[in-house]
């Protein structure tokens, strides 16, 4: 049973999104991807937010351009952690997603990422962040990327 759900407003936003997949992979964090759109698609992303918990997954990362509101309409339907990814293939460059991401009325929560593969990298970072309160071996993980990240940035010579 998957333990995030990684879901996109469209097959166009796959590319950016697929960035959210790699790093779960690399912490061994099983998850689903699906293209599920708060506009097209209502029903199946009210019944996707419904039937969440109750299969087991934990955090859901939810990437959208445009007038993104696929984030905000998963966390109207559930309890779980939803991470939001604005996406920049609007004419707007993403502004336009990220100010209808970050923008929630008081009482529905969003954490709302960066626009793009930062953000969707960082969904996936931050999403292994929460499910490591309860898992040691994540901790540990998440210690070595952290250590790697900046032996890398030491290691650069100008
Ligand atoms: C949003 O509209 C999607 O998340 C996508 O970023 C944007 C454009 O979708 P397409 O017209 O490319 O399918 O719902």
Redesign the pocket.
């Known amino acids: 049973m998957p333990k995030v759900g990684i879901l996109?407003?469209?097959?166009?936003?796959l590319d950016v999104m697929r960035e959210a997949s790699k790093i779960l992979d690399d912490f061994e964090v099983s998850h689903e991807m699906k293209v599920i759109?708060?506009?097209?698609t209502p029903e199946r992303a009210r019944d996707y937010s419904l039937t969440a918990e109750k299969r087991g997954l934990q955090v859901i990362i939810a990437?959208?351009?445009?007038?993104?509101h696929?984030a905000g309409f998963l966390a109207a339907h559930t309890i779980l952690p939803i991470i939001g990814v604005p996406?920049d293939?609007?004419p707007l460059k993403g502004f336009d997603?990220l100010l209808s991401t970050v923008q929630m009325p008081g009482g529905v929560p969003v954490a709302s990422m960066a626009i793009g593969k930062a953000g969707a990298r960082n969904a996936a970072l931050f999403a292994v962040q929460i499910l490591s309160r309860g898992d040691a071996d994540l901790v540990a993980k998440l210690n070595l990327y952290k250590q790697q990240m900046r032996a890398e940035i030491e290691a650069m010579e100008i």
């Open positions: 996109m407003g469209s097959r166009s936003d759109s708060a506009h097209r990437g959208a351009g445009a007038a993104a696929l996406l293939g609007s997603a």
